[in-house]
């Protein structure tokens, strides 16, 4: 494959930054957490892969470049994608420095650790022959992992139409796809080469429905066939993210009795009948605890490609001039990037803060399940309106691809989609107040018991709504038009009041006074500006007078100005290596890199621009 990439070679030896000043060192450890060794590994180990968007590449040739990388990265951190899964703070700085600097990486991260490797981990049996053999060609990337859990007729949770058939004489399952609903739809299996992961379908043992379950199989053998009774049908292209995407259909595809993934409250007895106290439907529900891990390594990933896009803006808009005045200092672009500023700041806290609660956490805690719900769709969503406001403010530097920024578009498209519509994660979150956890009690660790006024405007708009949710008065909610859509603005607001509190909290425990100030200032015009924009609801609700949004205004002005002065420590505290990316808006000066590229002189006829004279015929 012949692969023209206009980017310069990257400069992946660049010298030591120097010493942080004690606010971007406070700032940094607010964002980008306390295990900092950790983030320098991972960082490390990525750059070295010296993967960046492509040019003249066709999408399957991009497709193909995410196996070799994974299998690179699983060497460089120790060669066992097991130890990686294992550790929630390793595995998720892998995908999120994936999402900045390996675009080809991040497609197939996920599928492999969280989806595949994780899921044998957490229902796995132990001490099967069929089971430790495809872990260990998954340990060290000789097979690819990977989910088939969609269907062409929608996910649908414990409705799947996909089948597994017990038989007793030869001790396994024949899978099948009894109509077109339940062909499986794009999993990462076009490709000829090894392919090892996660099956969803529906058991049925002596002719009863047993409910949705998983099962580990095999797709592709190591030399890229497929197995047995396996067809698949290569999709057409994505717009972002390049994925060798298939449909699957089986045709009595047979996998053994351990294949089953039940941990030990789902399991085939040796009379060939299911053991499990979990009634049919709530099984799928239990099964599928393990899209927790990958569904928070997601929110994270999306947050730091949001970081990143705003650190290249951010340099770019800081030496262009417009004039004779630098383009970060123009209205136009100064109020949208602090607004994006303080919502990925806000976000990217309560991403880390979950991160470092999953890593104390039990494997399958309910509760951390919800909070993953709520924070892929927030973290996501934000994400992608920030890198929007990249791509618009950027104009046509930040369209081309060299860039970046249209790259990191395209991964957060896919984190949004991945496993379906984001916005079903929400209405279940929502609904969970209703019989299940409420999520108006979940807070961020450390919370201050006084919080400022504009993270209470948010408290009491989450438990209107919830009272709501619970009462099925939908119309607490606005203008939702269904209990659901009710349920969607209850989780919505949950998550907005999280992220809120979440970067206020930080705020007081920063060590530096003027980190604290920052950090403040980035929760309060988070905060400020989801009531700005929910004045109506609030208004309605009589939680806004006149007086109030004239406070609402004034504070969210004087907020922004402080972000503002404090932008340059800000960026620098995401720590996103510019000189690595080798790009043009990147660079410490814009002009300098087009002019390296083209090689054209800086001189007309021998003598240098700046002593030509022009005259202009009248």
């Not at 070799?68 to 097991?82: C, D, E, F, T, Y």
């Not at 009894?178 to 090894?194: D, E, H, Q, V």
């Not at 990925?344 to 909070?371: C, E, K, N």
Request: proline share 5%.
């Amino acid at each position: 494959m012949t692969t023209v990439n206009v980017a310069h070679a990257r400069a992946l030896d660049a010298p030591p930054p120097p010493q942080l000043d004690p606010t971007i060192a406070s700032l940094r450890r607010a964002i980008l957490g306390s295990h900092y060794e950790v983030h320098e590994r991972v960082r490390a180990a990525i750059l070295a892969l010296d993967d960046s968007p492509c040019s003249g590449t066709t999408y399957a040739e991009e497709a193909h470049q995410g196996a070799p990388l994974l299998r690179a990265v699983i060497a460089k951190l120790g060669g066992s994608s097991s130890e990686i899964s294992a550790d929630p703070r390793l595995r998720g700085r892998l995908c999120e420095w994936a999402a900045v600097a390996a675009p080809h990486l991040i497609p197939v991260l996920t599928g492999h650790l969280d989806l595949s490797v994780g899921a044998i981990t957490a229902l796995g049996n132990g001490n099967s022959e069929y089971q430790s053999e495809l872990a260990a060609e998954l340990d060290d990337g000789r097979a690819l992992g990977l989910l088939a859990l969609t269907e062409l007729g929608g996910t649908n949770g414990a409705d799947q139409q996909t089948t597994a058939t017990w038989d007793s004489t030869r001790d396994g399952f024949w899978l099948d796809s009894p109509n077109a609903g339940s062909w499986k739809f794009m999993p990462n299996i076009a490709a000829s080469s090894a392919r090892i992961g996660v099956t969803t379908a529906r058991l049925i043992v002596d002719g009863a429905d047993e409910g949705v379950l998983p099962f580990l199989m095999r797709f592709r053998h190591p030399d890229g066939s497929l197995v047995p009774g396996l067809h698949i049908h290569t999709l057409p292209d994505k717009s972002w993210a390049p994925m060798d995407h298939a449909m699957i259909r089986y045709n009595a595809v047979f996998v053994p009795r351990d294949a089953l993934l039940g941990g030990d409250w789902a399991v085939m007895n040796p009379a060939g009948h299911l053991e499990c106290a979990l009634a049919p439907r709530a099984r799928w529900h239990r099964a599928i605890g393990m899209l927790g891990e990958g569904r928070l390594d997601l929110a994270n990933a999306a947050a730091a490609a949001a970081r990143a896009g705003l650190a290249v803006l951010h340099q770019y808009t800081s030496s262009r001039k417009t004039g004779s005045t630098v383009m970060a200092e123009r209205g136009t672009v100064r109020r949208d990037v602090v607004s994006a500023l303080a919502a990925v700041t806000a976000t990217s806290i309560l991403g880390r803060a979950l991160q470092d609660m999953r890593a104390g956490s039990a494997a399958g805690d309910p509760v951390q399940a919800l909070w993953s719900m709520i924070a892929k769709p927030l973290l996501g969503y934000t994400a992608h309106t920030a890198l929007l406001t990249c791509r618009q403010r950027g104009a046509a530097q930040a369209s081309l691809r060299v860039n970046w920024i249209g790259d990191w578009i395209g991964v957060v498209e896919g984190i949004i989609t991945a496993e379906g519509e984001s916005q079903v994660l929400l209405k279940q979150a929502g609904l969970s107040v209703v019989g299940g956890v409420d999520i108006t009690a979940l807070r961020p660790r450390h919370q201050p018991p006084h919080l400022p006024w504009w993270v209470r405007m948010l408290v009491e708009r989450e438990q209107v709504i919830a009272a709501g949710v619970r009462s099925d008065n939908y119309s607490a909610a606005g203008t939702a038009i269904d209990i659901d859509t009710a349920a969607i603005e209850l989780a919505t607001a949950t998550g907005e009041r999280l992220a809120a509190a979440a970067a206020f909290t930080a705020s007081q425990h920063a060590a530096d006074q003027t980190a604290r100030a920052v950090l403040e200032s980035a929760a309060a015009v988070f905060a400020l500006e989801r009531i700005y924009a929910r004045g109506g609801w609030f208004a309605a609700h009589r939680q806004l007078s006149p007086r109030r949004a004239h406070a609402v205004e004034a504070e969210l002005l004087r907020h922004r100005r402080v972000l503002a002065a404090h932008a340059d420590q800000l960026v620098a505290a995401f720590e996103i290596p510019l000189h690595a990316l080798d790009a043009p808006m990147a660079s410490e000066s814009y002009l300098e890199w087009w002019k390296d590229w083209t090689k054209w002189p800086s001189s007309v006829f021998g003598r240098p621009l700046r002593e030509v004279s022009w005259e202009v015929a009248g």
